[in-house]
Structures are given as C-alpha cells and as structure tokens.
C-alpha cells in the first residue's frame, strides 16, 4: 500500500525538548512538595498526562493535577528559547512534503506549546495538519491522536507512518493499525522501541531522511 501520510510525534521526535520537559515537571511536582526523581519522570514521558501525574505522583485530587500542569507550562514557558529542532528536522518534513506525501503532526501538546515546537522546527510550510490536546480525551497511548490525524490526513491507517520516539507512540500506532518506526533522540533505547511495535528504528531525523526513499 502507498504511505499517503506520515504522523509525527513531535516532543522528542522532531525536537530536543524532552530532558527540558523533564526539567519543567520535576520543578513543578517540587514546588508542591512531592519531589520526584528525573528518571521516573522521563520514563512517563510521552503518555496522557493524567497517566503521567498519576504514575511519577501518585494519586492526587483534580486541583492538585490541575496546579501541577499549571506549573508544568510556566516552567516550559520559561525555557522556550533553548527549544531546538533536532538536526534534519526541518529537511525530512520537507522532503516528505516534496514526495507529495502528508505531513501531520501528531501530538497532544497543548496549543501554546505546539506553537513553540513549530517555530523550533521553522518547516509550518511543509506542514498539512497538527493535532492537539484539545483534540481528544485521553492522549497516547490511546489511538485517538493518531486517529484524528488520519482524518486530517484523509488517509487510512494501511496508506500511514508514525514516526515517534516513545513506547507510547509505537503503542498507540499497533493500536491504531498503523506501521510505526521510532527514533532514539528521545533517550529510549532500541529494544524497548521494537518491543512496543516498532518495526525499524533510526537515531534521529537526519538519518530518517536518510532512509526516506526505502520506508515511502
């Protein structure tokens, strides 16, 4: 089947932001005095946020999760200048774009920070759709994201990729139907990117854009 679209993750996938997300949480969970280690934190990196708070903090009331994610943004916010694309960002989407092949972002980032991510990345013009958290429920690994992308796409789940750097997104790509490669800059590691469904794994965008002419 033709790959009419490819689905990208973008936090850790496209761009260096997942050790500042790390960052950002571990400074908000201390600041409600539940300090908590970095490790644990990025190990639930990449799933819904409910799921994340409920798995590095335990179970806590809605003002309290609401508080953390408060505080989670602020802290992004406030180091959005050292958001950097990974190298070969920009040219994959592009060159994906050129192939005539749909570029759709996605995530479950909220609006403001997917802002931030785009212009990290400086490629909005080989960009067809995004996704966002507003767009679903419950974010990965649940196939919603994927799902609505697809819409977005208006492709099926036979004619897509997903590209992501986390078990989540190979996760949510097996439960979505939809053939997934991961990358390594996003600090997992190879086997447990196969072992969650990946079916080739790359280090980074540069050397995906190596490879695109065999995976499209």
């Known amino acids: 089947m033709t790959i009419r679209t490819v689905l990208f993750d973008v936090d850790g996938t496209l761009v260096d932001s997942n050790y500042l997300h790390i960052d950002a949480w571990q400074r908000a969970f ?3 005095g539940a300090p908590v280690d970095a490790w644990r934190i990025h190990r639930a990196l990449g799933r819904d946020a409910g799921q994340l708070l409920r798995e590095v903090a335990g179970e806590r009331n809605n003002e309290w999760n609401d508080r953390a994610r408060a505080l989670h943004a602020k802290h992004l916010r406030e180091v959005a200048s050292r958001l950097r694309a990974f190298d070969g960002a920009a040219d994959l989407l592009r060159a994906v774009a050129d192939r005539g092949v749909r570029v759709v972002l996605a995530t479950s980032a909220a609006e403001d920070e997917l802002a931030m991510l785009r212009r990290a990345i400086g490629a909005d013009d080989a ?34 990729l997903v ?18 490669v991961g990358v390594l800059c996003g600090g997992v590691g190879t086997a447990e990117l196969t072992d969650a469904g990946a079916q ?13 002419d065999r995976l499209l």
């Open 127 to 160: 960009i067809h759709a995004a996704t966002t958290a507003d767009d679903v429920a419950e974010a990965k690994p649940d196939p919603g994201i994927l799902e609505v992308a697809l819409r977005r796409a208006d492709a099926t789940a036979s004619e897509a």
């Open 200 to 212: 080739e794994v790359f280090d980074g965008p540069a050397a995906l854009l190596e490879a695109l």
């Open 163 to 180: 590209v992501g750097d986390s078990v989540w997104d190979m996760t949510a790509a097996k439960r979505a139907h939809i053939r997934s």
């Open 30 to 32: 201390a600041e409600l």
